[in-house]
């Protein structure tokens, strides 16, 4: 099977753009998770969508959003970049909702510069 | 505040040492996982444990859930080069429905 996959890898971006990215879920995985890793804060759940619909956000602003398509795949969107926005960004598939009975498969991930 | 404080933050071992990373929780576990994380790359699932007691191990590391304690460690036994990362638990603790993931334990293994 193949593995979560995230497109792109590398993304250069200047302040108050907007950026798309996209993940790519196991086969037959409904959840869809993403993080964003930053060496201060860590790794930080973003928001869950399971079955297309948002199951739940983290705890960060509205400029942050996502969506799933009826195939499973994900996409995040970041408004009005912000340099603070530099980061990893990581999804993470399941078969069912996150959490300890359903293990999570971890994309390479994003990488988010913002000029 | 981190739900899962890990400590501690940075380890460097000589290779062939043992070594434990700890990883504490603020509230109640159910669970909890343990990944690696390669430097600015995805995590990699080491181990799952879902029980209070539990112990799992995988060629040489070992990790234990303590629930009266709200706690996992993780031990590597005889230390490789190969085990240098940022080792990272995750758990999901019934609060607000999302999966928390701890401040991360960076291992440095020098050969």
């Known amino acids: 099977k193949a593995g979560v996959t995230q497109t792109p890898r590398y993304l250069i971006k200047t302040r108050g753009q907007q950026v798309t990215l996209s993940c790519s879920p196991i086969s037959g995985h409904r959840s869809v998770s993403w993080y964003q890793q930053t060496p201060g804060q860590g790794l930080q759940f973003l928001f869950e969508?399971?079955?297309?619909?948002?199951?739940n956000k983290g705890n960060f602003p509205g400029r942050f959003s996502g969506r799933q398509f009826s195939n499973s795949r994900s996409e995040m969107n970041v408004s009005t970049l912000e340099l603070g926005d530099s980061a990893l960004y990581l999804c993470?598939?399941?078969?069912?909702?996150?959490?300890?009975?359903?293990?999570?498969?971890f994309g390479p991930g994003t990488r988010l510069t913002v000029l | 505040s981190q739900e899962l404080e890990q400590s501690p933050q940075s380890l460097i071992v000589q290779e062939g040492k043992n070594l434990t990373i700890n990883c504490t929780s603020s509230?109640?576990?159910?669970?909890l996982y343990w990944y690696k994380q390669k430097y600015g790359e995805g995590l990699i699932f080491l181990m799952m444990?879902?029980?209070?007691?539990e112990e799992k191990s995988h060629e040489k590391i070992t990790a234990k859930l303590d629930e009266k304690k709200q706690q996992s460690s993780l031990h590597i036994t005889a230390s490789q080069p190969s085990h240098a990362g940022i080792y990272l638990c995750g758990a999901d603790m019934h609060t607000g429905n999302q999966f928390y993931f701890g401040t991360g334990t960076s291992l440095t293994v020098i050969p």
């Open positions: 969508y399971f079955s297309e619909t948002q199951r």
């Open positions: 509230k109640t576990l159910y669970g």
């Open positions: 444990l879902q029980k209070g007691g």
């Open positions: 993470a598939s399941s078969l069912g909702v996150a959490g300890v009975y359903n293990e999570q498969f």
